[in-house]
């Protein structure tokens, strides 16, 4: 394993979220094509953690260890739950407790996609039909997140494209593209997660009319960064949301998703070796939730961005040799 750090090699790992039940969240994510890659279980903790990716041989991470990929939904799951008719998670999109947004799936053919969840007794926040935005739809997951569904088709129209009526949609050639939260100060974010994570900077889209800015951010690796700035057909970006105004007032903040009510609880960057890339991070004067030596669990780490959200930093098994749990 290398003894230096290099952020060429960093990947956004995962996105974790907390659920009911697992079972029911398990099987939502496996219908939209994701494969469980690892399930780690800690009983005397109480709580599961159920890991899912793209596996299928076109997938942009076929075959990786589960820390060697990008695009990873984590689900949390604190024994119990299931049966607590009053627990309910926080999804993010409901006032006071805005923060996270959403994760994102696109697809080969979304009038098909959308179809075959809506066949299957999924509910959706927003259908593709719906509103003047055709081309993009959002699904409800069993615990109410939102799951944006996009094309990895360039130019589609969505509901209002001929191209895509009477076609079959394939589940194994999806990508868990991207995972949105709000930013209170975009200057600031982007700085943060450029300068600090080492992010590039995919693409831009300002919606002066509306007053906000979404930013799109990844690590290029092989891939590289698009030329055309068409992101769809990546896995693992973040998306950082901006309203304008909301970094002009003192008292505005974000809910980070892990004080009461909890929902969201964090995004994982995988590095190449986590020493040198925590002493890198504490060069940089970060703020650390858990510093590598902090508690019981001496193989993460979390880092606060600067709205406060968790960024947990985690080994890369592929460059360590081994397994981290």
């Known amino acids: 394993m290398a003894t230096t750090t290099d952020i060429k090699n960093y990947k956004f790992n995962h ?11 398990v099987k939502f994510y496996e219908f939209l094509g994701l494969s469980l890659v690892k399930h780690l279980q800690f009983p005397e903790a109480k709580f599961d953690l159920y890991f899912l990716s793209y596996d299928s041989s076109s997938a942009l991470s076929h075959g990786n260890s589960t820390f060697d990929r990008q695009g990873v939904i984590e689900l949390t799951h604190n024994y119990g739950t299931e049966d607590d008719p009053s627990y309910k998670v926080n999804t993010g999109n409901a006032e006071p407790h805005r923060g996270f947004g959403h994760v994102c799936i696109s ?35 069993p615990d109410g997140y939102w799951v944006e569904i996009i094309s990895r088709r360039p130019g589609s129209k969505g509901a209002d494209d001929p191209a895509e009526q009477g076609v079959q949609t394939d589940p194994t050639t999806y990508r868990m593209n991207h995972t949105m939260i709000r930013v209170k100060d975009a200057e600031k974010s982007l700085k943060f997660y450029q300068d600090v994570m080492g992010m590039s900077l995919f693409r831009t889209n300002e919606q002066a009319a509306a007053k906000f800015n979404l930013y799109f951010l990844g690590y290029p690796g092989d891939k590289g960064t698009p030329e055309n700035g068409f992101t769809a057909d990546y896995e693992g970006l973040l998306e950082l949301t901006w309203n304008y105004g909301t970094e002009k007032d003192e008292n505005f903040k974000y809910h980070d998703g892990n004080s009461e009510p909890k929902g969201f609880g964090h995004i994982a960057i995988s590095v190449d070796n986590i020493d040198a890339a925590c002493a890198r991070f ?16 001496k193989n993460v780490a979390f ?20 397994e981290n749990f």
């Open 107 to 141: 697809v080969d053919h979304i009038q098909a996609a959308c179809q075959r969840i809506e066949d299957a007794g999924y509910k959706f926040q927003k259908k593709l039909s719906d509103g003047r935005m055709k081309h993009i739809a959002f699904a409800l997951d």
């Open 282 to 297: 504490e060069s940089l004067n970060v703020n650390w939730k858990k510093r590598l030596t902090d508690g019981r669990m």
């Open 303 to 322: 880092v606060l961005d600067p709205d406060g959200y968790w960024i947990e930093i985690v080994q890369n098994e592929r460059l360590s040799g081994q």
């Open 15 to 25: 996105t974790m979220l907390r659920v009911k039940d697992p079972k029911a969240s």
